[in-house]
Antibody
Framework: QVQLQESGPGLVKPSETLSLTCSVS????????WSWIRQSPGKGLEYIGY???????NYNPSLKSRVTISMDTSKTHFSLRLTSVTAADTAVYYC???????????WGQGARVTVSS | DIQLTQSPSFVSASVGDRVTITCRAS??????LAWYQQKPGRAPDLLIY???YLQSGVPSRFSGTGSGTDFTLTISSLQPEDFATYFC?????????FGGGTKVE
């Protein structure tokens, strides 16, 4: 059974960089789209982007200038970097894996990140 | 971006009721719509993919229909564990987008 687990700081200061890691266990990281999605009361669920197992990426245009998603060479985890954060980036951040096409069948439990000084 | 409009935003229902939630896309997404259930403090769980295919392990009281721009999620007989928020997601066009949610209470 595939399991995903987010980790990273729960508090980030404005203008700094948010960094989260998603650890993958119970399955190969080969194939599928490995994604980040966030959820806030104001904006609901928002797709941030994905990294494919071959390293190709796609980012939401609304965040593209600030987002980087990468995968480690051992392919056991992938990461999210979001630069120049503001209070609007306060959210629960989920990592997720697709199954059929761009449908998300596996999710992490979520990491709550607050942007505040 | 493709906008997804869910209705209603809230449903007041009782155990045993038939519940129907709709999701309308701002443009044709063929069959590429998914439905998720989310309970407080938890990640969404996939219920339906490709508009009408039941995810493994999901009870058969859940069903999905539709294509193009109009989609429906139906719970045939609401159970106590079904009180939750439901989201649709279009899986046809990047960036992927989600509906605003329907809370069943």
């Amino acid at each position: 059974q595939v399991q995903l687990q987010e980790s990273g700081p729960g508090l980030v200061k404005p203008s700094e960089t948010l960094s989260l890691t998603c650890s993958v266990s119970g399955g190969s990281i080969t194939y599928y789209y490995w994604s980040w999605i966030r959820q806030s009361p104001g904006k609901g669920l928002e797709y941030i982007g994905y990294i494919y197992y071959n390293g190709s990426t796609n980012y939401n245009p609304s965040l593209k200038s600030r987002v980087t998603i990468s995968m480690d060479t051992s392919k056991t985890h992938f990461s999210l970097r979001l630069t120049s954060v503001t209070a609007a980036d306060t959210a629960v951040y989920y990592c997720a894996r697709t199954s059929v096409g761009y449908t998300f069948s596996y999710w992490g439990q979520g990491a709550r990140v607050t942007v505040s000084s | 971006d493709i906008q997804l409009t869910q209705s209603p935003s809230f449903v007041s229902a009782s155990v045993g009721d038939r519940v129907t939630i709709t999701c309308r896309a701002s443009q044709d997404i063929s069959k590429w719509l998914a439905w998720y259930q989310q309970k407080p403090g938890r990640a969404p769980d996939l219920l339906i993919y490709a508009a009408s295919y039941l995810q493994s392990g999901v009870p058969s009281r859940f069903s999905g229909t539709g294509s193009g721009t109009d989609f429906t999620l139906t719970i045939s007989s609401l159970q106590p564990e079904d009180f939750a928020t439901y989201f649709c997601q279009q899986a046809n066009t990047l960036p992927l987008t989600f509906g605003g949610g329907t809370k069943v209470e």
